[in-house]
């Protein structure tokens, strides 16, 4: 019954806000009247009153109104009541954190098994994966455990770009990050590029956009996948 | 009594491993007939054993030997005897789990304190710090706290650098990242760049090094500070 696109990132260079998702959020979310925005990953540290805002006012242009904000303990209440979700971007430890803290994520995992459509950027892509431990994010907070909804049955990098040979810069590149992940985890992981989205209906994880993306499995050289992927079969 | 190399960056760019730290680790471990190097923080998963046969090879160049591997579990024992430790880089959350799982950070920090040569590199630097909160790394494994040594008043960002203002990549910058660090925590943070390090001579903590470094503080602009600043005032 799944229904969800997890994009990489909410903005491409270049475009404003969401824009080159417009036509996916349109259709992702057609006829709901009730989308509940999760503004917990405070990118730049922006309130949650004002990243809700920042979502309205860009729903608006494709005809789509998100729930007002107003305090951080009717979430619950409101996730019961919506008929879409939205997750954006910022910092995934402070994402779960929240997430956690105010006992959310058994219900935000029954509504998107259920159906509801469920919109993803960036920290509200990697939270689908089966844990955040391919973040990119600095740990602001403290976090119980690194287990996150699991609706993948695979981690994201979101934000993922490949190692720059020319760039004199000596910390580790993403693609060995991520092989330091595979020691210790068994899960794939996928590189989701800039640009790039994962589109997800009932079974089938489709990859659209742009952008082909890397799979890093355990044991394994990393492949590259191109637009039109069907990625249900990894785990 | 503190002695300690904390650099950014254990490689320079175009040069050989260590190679632009040579004449410091002479001086630092100047006497020294016992250096007991821990190798948990594992760079692209590297085994213990090989990351300190690494080290081995690059101090006999400067004529210092470094106490051989045999298994994790003697670490305490070898603390105990040592005369010089080195903590090297790799993945931080990973360095920090294995320090505390070996109950390893008591020792560590009574033995810096007492005057006990100390070398870090990246995730070694890092977790002098108050906590790992500002590392770059992915959390491929589970901490039950992000709290570190302590023996800075403050926490490092190694590997740091300024926006790229001609990148068309989108992620969070690393002063976006710092920044909302500071949001839920109240200590400086000090982005040290590859080729810089700290000098700590009892409780004075010079920048030295080719790079500046840029200081953030909670409700203040970022500032830069120069080779030879003394940062022990900033708490």
Redesign the interface.
């Known amino acids: 019954m799944k229904k969800m696109i997890l994009a990489s990132?909410s903005?491409?260079?270049?475009e404003e806000f969401l824009e080159y998702l417009f036509q996916e959020i349109k259709n992702l979310f057609f006829g709901c009247k009730n989308i509940l925005f999760i503004p917990f990953a405070?990118?730049?540290?922006l309130s949650h009153l004002s990243y809700t805002k920042k979502i309205q006012d860009q729903f608006k242009k494709v005809n789509l109104s998100v729930v007002d904000y107003s305090n951080d303990n009717d979430f619950l209440q409101k996730l019961n009541k919506c008929d879409g979700i939205f997750i954006g971007g910022?910092?995934t430890f402070?994402l779960l954190h929240q997430l956690n803290k105010l006992k959310l994520i058994e219900k935000i995992k029954e509504k998107i098994l259920s159906g509801t459509p469920y919109l993803g950027t960036s920290a509200g892509t990697n939270i689908c994966g089966i844990s955040?431990?391919?973040?990119?994010?600095?740990?602001?907070?403290?976090i119980e455990?690194?287990l996150s909804l699991q609706i993948l049955p695979f981690n994201i990098n979101?934000?993922f770009?490949e190692k720059n040979y020319d760039s004199?810069?000596?910390?580790?590149s993403r693609e060995?990050?991520?092989?330091?992940?595979l020691?210790?985890?068994k899960q794939p992981v996928v590189g989701l590029k800039?640009g790039s989205f994962l589109k997800i209906n009932q079974e089938n994880i489709i990859l659209e956009g742009k952008e082909n993306a890397i799979i890093f499995e355990r044991n394994q050289k990393p492949y590259v996948i191109n637009s039109g992927f069907n990625l249900k079969k990894l785990n």
């Not at 004199?168 to 580790?172: C, D, I, N």
């Not at 060995?176 to 992940?181: G, Y």
């Open positions: 990132t903005t491409i260079h270049g405070r990118p730049s540290g910022g910092n402070l955040i431990g391919t973040t990119n994010d600095m740990p602001i907070v403290d455990s690194r979101p934000h770009y004199k810069h000596m910390g580790e060995t990050r991520i092989q330091e992940f020691i210790y985890n800039e």
